[in-house]
């Protein structure tokens, strides 16, 4: 353990890996009163992800994620569970690789499966074949380039790749600088599985967004676009391939960006996820729309229910649909009726679905449940009664003995009435009538929410509460799965009321004798540090805030950024076209209001971030620094819109419990630090300020 040096009113941009090496100079022992999750164990919990099963549900895959914190990395492995009645065990199998590219994909009716996995020596990303009933493993594919999006034919008779079209051969292109934002047209591929022949069985002109089969194996749909240009995707369509004759059909020509495409059984109809209306009108919740091969329009499903949908497949009859659907701070699973069109949840619970699969053929479903006691067993779901059966025990052990803090749903008006609610995290030891300070955290997105679980690291909500400070996720307007007219407030304006949802909510707090109004604390990280750049800028409640990846400019962001069209809506326009609605964008950039902070606020940002590019954070930072309020930034070396790297998250953790420590008078916080130090080679900036 080491105790934090804390620099009161830093006025200077500092690495993390500079600041860090104070970590260890003023390294000690530090006792914590109780048994609840420190920074270091909180990083080291083993993350689950990419969970998926074999037909009959006899074995479970998914990759685990844990920090190595002498390498500075996160390593990922591939895990297999043997399932019976009594539960589930780990088993070994040769060869697995390290950090795969991919989920297991598992043969149908078979217990055999692929993985997409790094050769080394410039091989690329290729199919390796396991099989834990002989222990056998080969590499499949040696495929110029690389392959990606694998899957299989129904039938398990070959496997289906998408890697690019054949490259053109002429020497000339070795000496060509290609245009930004362009690509190699994509092709897809077909490897027999008996005789190892491979064959073209799509080429497409231009990129291919995604496939899939219908079950009887007689046709494809792809979805592919023609201009490269990434933030261009609305542009991509449709079109179901025969594979006995050869024809292609078009499909949609809407410019409607349709997610995760699939046929029916029978290939004559076919569903997505788009984020329109049901007249294709944009900016809308995701939701689910069903239509018949040679129909105009699509039909939307329950147009009615404020649910944003996740995820989807069709049942084994063609009759319904299975779903997973955000309804805010839970995520359930649903069955939609095409005859009908009647929704019906399944599964119940505070709780939060992920990672679900599902298997036509013999009906069953897994997926993750995140909750306040754990980050997300797999389990079972009984699709009749919603009954969850836990088939992992991943975080019995790491968690045991420890306190956890309880969560629960919080809901209250904003002052126009609309109703609302968020997730409060009681602090660990929690009394009533006690007041305490009070961590407001903003989600990213915006079009995203709050839910039961919360276990992510750029919020590590156990370790707060550990530390004492009650923490209150609210769930403002633009966010989704409260319905349409929710998440589209934004539009014309971006903070037209989020920024007061979450003031209302923190004034409710207050008035309910839970929050203490002199300890309130502001933080958030992309849509969420827009928040708080926003918040600070109108208000001095907040004794301290720490601000990751957030606006400054939404007029430069606009052209930075690799993502825009999205952000249209909420200005009325882009920043460039004729008539532009500039003050709708200077309006709601905080920088320039940023000569009213005197919240002491840290400023974070990933040095390779191209979605909130670190330029937005040293605006901030530039312009609180010249009011002469305590402000820091600190730029992650090689990192992109989320932090990777351990000791990044972990510098991140203990600089910030350091900051909101130090600005509400307490104890000088005692920075927890791993065994291993990781920072034994440079691992954050070269320590100048820009």
């Known amino acids: 353990m ?25 390294a000690q022992d530090a006792t914590q009163g109780d048994n609840s999750l420190d920074p270091v164990e909180f990083l080291e919990l083993p993350r689950v992800a990419s969970v998926s099963a074999s037909h009959d549900g006899r074995y479970l895959s998914y990759v685990l994620s844990a920090p190595d914190w002498a390498e500075d990395e996160t390593v990922e492995t591939l895990r297999i569970l043997r399932c019976g009645d009594d539960g589930c065990a780990g088993m070994a199998l040769n060869n697995l690789p390290e950090s795969p590219e991919t989920e297991a994909i598992w043969r149908p009716r078979s217990h055999q499966f692929v993985v997409v996995a790094e050769v080394e020596e410039e091989g690329g990303d290729q199919i390796h074949l396991f099989d834990p009933e002989t222990g056998g493993a080969s590499q ?170 996740e995820a989807f497949a069709w049942d084994r009859s063609g009759d319904s649909i299975w779903v997973v659907g955000n309804s805010g701070l ?28 599902y298997d036509s053929e013999s009906g069953r479903h897994f997926g ?33 003995g420890l306190t956890l803090p309880k969560q629960r749903a919080f809901t209250w008006s904003a002052a126009d009435g609309q109703k609302l609610e968020g997730l409060l995290v009681y602090p660990v030891g929690y009394q009533a009538g006690q007041r305490y300070p009070l961590v407001t955290i903003t989600h ?24 004492g400070y009650a923490v209150f996720l609210p769930n403002h307007r633009g966010g989704t799965g409260y319905g349409d007219a929710f998440m589209r407030a934004m539009v014309g304006n971006y903070f037209r ?38 918040l600070i800028t109108m208000t001095n409640r907040f004794v301290a805030a720490s601000s990751g990846a957030g606006v400054a400019d939404w007029v430069s962001l606009f052209g930075e950024s690799d993502r825009r069209s999205g952000r249209i809506p909420w200005f009325g326009g882009t920043p460039w076209q004729e008539n532009a609605p500039l003050q709708s964008y200077r309006s709601q950039s905080p920088v320039f209001d940023a000569w009213k ?35 820091a930034l600190y730029l992650g070396k090689g990192e992109p819109h989320n932090f990777r790297r351990p000791s990044h998250k972990l510098f ?39």
């Open 597 to 631: 902070v005197r919240t002491p606020t840290l400023f974070w940002s990933g040095g390779d971030d191209e979605r909130v590019p670190p330029t937005q954070a040293i605006l901030m930072f530039r312009a609180v620094r010249d009011t002469g309020t305590p402000t």
């Open 368 to 400: 993750r449940f995140a909750n306040e006691h754990s980050p997300g067993e797999i389990h079972e779901i009984d699709p009749r009664t919603g009954a969850l059966r836990q088939r992992s025990a991943i975080y019995s052990t790491a968690l045991s």
């Open 2 to 26: 080491g105790k934090f040096s804390s620099i009161r009113g830093s006025l200077t941009v500092l690495s993390m890996s500079a600041m860090a090496m104070s970590f260890q100079t003023y």
């Open 140 to 309: 499949v594919t040696n495929h110029p380039g690389g392959v990606r999006q694998v899957s299989w034919l129904p039938d398990g008779s070959a496997l289906i790749y998408e890697s690019d079209a054949e490259a053109d051969d002429d020497a000339a292109n070795e000496w060509r600088i290609e245009p930004f934002g362009s690509a190699d047209a994509d092709a897809l591929y077909r490897i027999d599985m008996t005789s190892g022949e491979t064959s073209v069985i799509f080429a497409s002109a231009g990129l291919i967004e995604g496939y899939s089969f219908s079950e009887n194996g007689r046709y494809l749909i792809v979805r592919q676009r023609f201009d490269p240009v990434a933030e261009d995707r609305d542009a991509a369509e449709l079109w179901r391939i025969d594979l006995r004759s050869g024809e292609s059909r078009q499909l949609t020509e809407n410019r409607v960006r349709e997610n995760g495409a699939r046929l029916a059984p029978d290939g004559e109809t076919f569903a997505y996820i788009a984020s329109v209306n049901a007249g294709g009108e944009p900016y809308y919740e995701d939701n689910l729309f069903v239509q018949a091969v040679g129909e105009e329009a699509p039909r939307l499903l329950f147009p009615h229910e404020r649910l944003e949908v």
């Open 330 to 357: 839970r995520s359930q699973l649903y069955r939609v009726s095409l005859r009908g069109g009647a929704l019906t949840q399944v599964t119940f619970g505070d709780h939060s679905l992920s990672d679900w699969t």
């Open 497 to 534: 009321n989020a920024h007061t949802d979450v003031l209302s909510g923190v004034d409710t707090l207050v008035a309910n004798g839970i929050a203490d109004p002199d300890r309130l604390i502001k933080m958030g990280w992309s849509a969420g540090g827009h928040m708080t750049n926003r």
């Open 444 to 467: 990213g997105g915006p079009r995203s929410s709050a839910q039961f679980g919360s276990w992510n690291a750029s919020r590590y909500v156990p370790v707060l509460a550990g530390q």
């Open 652 to 690: 991140k953790i203990n600089r910030e419990l350091a900051w909101y420590a130090e600005h509400l008078g307490r104890d000088a916080y005692e920075a927890d630090l791993p065994a291993i130090d990781p920072r034994t080679e440079d691992s954050g900036g070269d320590g100048t300020a820009p």
